[in-house]
C-alpha cells in the first residue's frame, strides 16, 4: 500500500523521511556540541590563582612576642620609632620574677659565704697543725737528746735503768704523736668542701634560671629597624602567642603573604603574583615568590604557610605594615580540574 498524508489548510505534514533526517542532523549537532565541550574541557588550560592576603615588610623582619604572659606596666616605643637590636621595647610586671630572683640570689651569697668561712676554718686548722707538727718534732729532738744522755750515763752507771726506760717511751710516745699528726685523714675536710661547692654550683644555676625568669619580662627588640605597633595598653594582660610589635629592618621591600595551608602546596618559588594594597587604590603591584616557609602556623585556628615575595613600590613611597590583597599565578592547568575544584 502507499503512504497517505491529509493536508491541512493546503500544507502538507512532513514526511517520516523528512522527520528522520531532521531528527539526525539534531543528533549530529547535539554530538558535535557534546564533542566541542568535551574537548574544551580535556583541553583548554586555564591559569590558576590562589588568593592571599598579606603586608609589606621589609628584608629584615621580626615579630615581637612575650616570653611568657604578663601584664604590662610600660610600653617604651611608639609605631614609626627606630630602634637598635636589644633595645627595651615594653617591660612586663616582674615583681614576683625579681623577688624570687632576690631570694635565690641571698641563698647562693650565703651559700659561698659557708664556703668561704669553712675554707678559713681548715686553712686555720692547718697552720694550726703545722705548728703543733713543729713543736712536736721539737719535743722529739730535745727526748732524743735526753734519751742519747741516759744512755752514755747508764753506761757509765750513773743513771737507774727505769730512768732510761722512761726517756725510751717518751721518745716512743712523742713519735707516735708526730704521726698521728702528720697522717692525719683530711678525705672527711675534703668532703665537706666539695658538699659546700655543689650547693654553691646548685644556687649558681638557680641564680641563673631566676635572672632569665626576670628577663624574660623585659620585652627586647631582637634586631634593629622601624617599630609598628599593635593595639594594647599599659596593664593589659598579653599572652605569649600574640603579636606585639613588628620591627623592620634592611633597606630592601618584601610582601609577606599568608597563603591557606589547602592551597600552599600549589604555590612554589618563582610564581608571580599581582597585588592591590589598601592604601593605593587602581594600582597594581607585581613580583614573584621569592621563598615559602616550611613551618605551617597558625592565626585564630586557621593553618597557613608564609610565602616571601620581591616587592617594587614603583616609586610610591610605601610605608612597611602596608596591608595586601594578592593573587598568585600558580600556573596553567585543565579546565575540568578548575571546575572540580582541584586547583
Known amino acids: 500500500m502507499g503512504e497517505y498524508r491529509t493536508e491541512s489548510k493546503g500544507v502538507l505534514p512532513p514526511s517520516k523521511a523528512s522527520q528522520w533526517r531532521r531528527k ?6 547535539f554530538i558535535v556540541i557534546v564533542a566541542a ?35 604590662v606596666v610600660e610600653i617604651k616605643v611608639r609605631t614609626g620609632d627606630i630602634v637598635q637590636r636589644d633595645d627595651l621595647l615594653v617591660q612586663l610586671d616582674q615583681r614576683e620574677a625579681r623577688a624570687a630572683f632576690e631570694e635565690v640570689q641571698s641563698h647562693h651569697r650565703k651559700a659561698e659565704a659557708e664556703l668561704m668561712l669553712r675554707r678559713a676554718q681548715l686553712r686555720e686548722e692547718e697552720r694550726l697543725r703545722d705548728a703543733d707538727i713543729r713543736a712536736m718534732e721539737m719535743q722529739l729532738e730535745h727526748a732524743g737528746a735526753r734519751l742519747e744522755r741516759m744512755r752514755e750515763l747508764s753506761a757509765r752507771g750513773l743513771a737507774a735503768g727505769a730512768t732510761l726506760a722512761d726517756a725510751k717511751y717518751q721518745v716512743q710516745l712523742l713519735t707516735a704523736e708526730l704521726e698521728k699528726l702528720r697522717h692525719r685523714d683530711v678525705d672527711l675536710a675534703d ?24 628577663r624574660s619580662h623585659e620585652i627586647r627588640a631582637p634586631i634593629a629597624g622601624q617599630v609598628l605597633r599593635y593595639e594594647f595598653v599599659v596593664g593589659e594582660m598579653v599572652r605569649s602567642d600574640a603579636v606585639l610589635l613588628e620591627i623592620f629592618g634592611g633597606e630592601r621591600q618584601v610582601l609577606k603573604l599568608r597563603i591557606s595551608e589547602r592551597h600552599a602546596m600549589h604555590v612554589h618559588p618563582g610564581d608571580r603574583y599581582e597585588a592591590r594594597l589598601g592604601a593605593y587604590r587602581g594600582v597594581v603591584f607585581s613580583g614573584a615568590v621569592e621563598r615559602l616557609r616550611n613551618v ?13 615575595c620581591s616587592f617594587d613600590a614603583g616609586g610610591y613611597a610605601v610605608p612597611p605594615g602596608t596591608s595586601a590583597e594578592a593573587r598568585i599565578y600558580t600556573g596553567k592547568q585543565p579546565l575540568w580540574r578548575w571546575i572540580l575544584g582541584w586547583r
Open 37 to 71: 565541550l568535551a574537548a574544551t574541557v580535556l583541553w583548554v588550560r586555564i591559569e590558576g590563582t590562589v588568593s592571599a592576603l598579606g603586608f609589606v615588610a621589609s628584608e629584615e623582619h621580626a615579630e615581637v612576642r612575650a616570653a611568657m604572659p604578663g601584664t
Open 191 to 214: 668532703k665537706e668542701i666539695q658538699v659546700l661547692e655543689r650547693e654553691v654550683e646548685a644556687r649558681r644555676d638557680a641564680v641563673t634560671l631566676a635572672a632569665g625568669r626576670l
Open 296 to 308: 605551617i602556623q597558625d592565626d585564630d585556628r586557621n593553618p597557613y604557610r608564609a610565602a616571601y
Open 24 to 29: 539526525r542532523r539534531l543528533w549530529v549537532v
